[in-house]
């Protein structure tokens, strides 16, 4: 019998989805090794491997059977996808264009070590990010600059947690506003995923994109109160107030936006602060100043890695607290996902100060969900950990956090936490009351 390796889901996949990985027609007790590999969009090369065992019929289930060593170890059914590593230092791996899938080779090679030679088999299995049905809308409506993701109503609500149920299969859906962090450009691989599990879907540049600044100088909030009206108004939005999803830099811009917009219910901020950083933030005759900080405290790790951890200033400490946003004034829930390993900066010291903030003016306590060995790029599941990259403001590797296992498990939880919450808080049929600010 000839080996073969299959994949199920067969041929495509979308990217949050596990898939189970079996090799059969191997002798019994065979050692092999399997190979993954991807090339990004602009041809760099990620791989993994890991070595195995046969059972003894001859047959190798990922979800039965432990890697014995290589790139991770242990009963890891998607080791081979998150555990893949830049060929070139400190790259990560990025969707860029989600209208095109990644194909992942995944090679069975006969033996261990020292490097398994004999091909046994191979096959190639795509990893989509635009799932069945979506759609995806350019948005350039006077200043937004923006992606619309729309489920198609009943295939993708099948395919979603059972929470997800919209009430008419052609919508109108929850809608969620997800802003990222201070690299710029247009970041749609998150919403386009989250998309395909029921949501109306807005991923929002801010600068950096077509006729954006390409330079952070200063934040009006006017252009992200653009945004939350052109969502309310769009009539395959479920009204009357959308979510808000930010990650770093992101989390910041939509914990003000909660606090000084109206139309806004839920809040989910992925390793955020809780003051504004930066640059300084604009609303009307209002300004926040930018949370100080200190670059001679910029630290190298032993690898010559930049560490950002104890860079800024401490939120309590700023001068009478003026780059604090005042997120007591929000009409909605908070849920913040912390990385314990981020070092980027403290998040979960500040979503402790969050907490603080919140009791103190009588407000409800936000939900925190704090992952142990994770670091600061929380990405949806599956995606390789991002331990250390290239900065994109400072142009140099920043040390990120985490460990790689317990970070992707991190990932695959906080990637069902977050839709829990926003089917929870964004399908209720109950009037939001707004108060004026």
């Known amino acids: ?43 760099e090369l990620f791989r993994a491997h890991a070595r195995y065992l046969a059972d003894g019929s001859g047959e190798l289930d990922l979800t039965r059977a432990p890697a014995l060593g290589g790139s991770f170890s242990g009963l890891e059914p998607m080791g081979l996808f998150w555990a893949l590593e830049p060929e070139k230092p ?139 009206d052109f969502m309310l108004q769009h009539p395959k939005v479920k009204g009357p107030s959308v979510g808000l999803l930010g990650f770093s830099k992101g989390g910041d811009l939509c914990l003000s936006m909660a606090s000084f917009l109206k139309g806004i219910t839920a809040t989910v901020l992925i390793n955020a602060c809780v003051a504004n950083t930066l640059v300084p933030l604009h609303y009307k005759d209002m300004t926040i100043p930018a949370l100080g900080s200190d670059p001679s405290k910029f630290k190298l790790t032993e690898s010559g890695i930049i560490d950002c951890m104890d860079v800024w200033d401490s939120p309590r400490e700023d001068s009478q607290h003026q780059s604090l946003i005042p997120l007591e004034k929000a009409q909605g829930p908070f849920l913040f996902i912390v990385g314990k390993d981020d070092r980027n900066w403290k998040s979960e010291f500040y979503a402790h100060i969050a907490t603080e903030r919140l009791q103190a003016h ?5 939900q925190i969900i704090c992952y142990p060995g994770t670091g600061h790029c929380i990405d949806p ?47 209720s049929k109950k009037p939001v009351k707004h108060s004026k600010i």
């Open 1 to 43: 019998m000839a080996t073969s390796v299959t994949l199920e889901p067969a041929g495509r996949s979308r990217w949050d989805e596990s898939v189970r990985i079996t090799v059969r027609g191997l002798a019994p007790g065979q050692p092999v090794t399997l190979r993954a590999s991807l090339r990004d969009e602009k041809g």
């Open 90 to 228: 400190f790259l990560q791996l990025m969707k860029r264009d989600v209208q095109t899938p990644f194909a992942v080779e995944l090679e069975v090679l006969d033996g261990h070590d020292p490097e398994p030679q004999r091909l046994l088999c191979r096959t190639v299995h795509e990893r989509d990010f635009l799932p069945p049905g979506v759609r995806r809308e350019p948005v350039r409506r006077r200043r937004v600059r923006a992606t619309l993701f729309l489920p198609r109503g009943e295939q993708s609500v099948q395919r979603a947690a059972p929470e997800s149920v919209v009430e008419s299969g052609r919508g109108p859906f929850p809608g969620i506003i997800d802003v990222s962090g201070s690299g710029g450009g247009l970041c749609e691989y998150r919403a386009s995923l989250l998309a395909g599990h029921g949501f109306a879907m807005l991923a929002l540049a801010y600068f950096r994109f077509e006729d954006l600044p390409e330079y952070l100088k200063d934040i009006h909030l006017e252009y992200f109160e653009e945004a939350v």
């Open 362 to 366: 009588g407000k409800d306590r936000p």
């Open 381 to 427: 599941p599956f995606f390789p950990t991002r331990i250390a990259s290239v900065h994109a403001m400072l142009g140099q590797a920043v040390f990120f956090g985490g460990e790689s296992g317990a970070h992707s498990r991190a990932q695959v939880d906080a990637w069902h936490q977050i839709q829990t919450f926003f089917h929870k808080h964004l399908n």
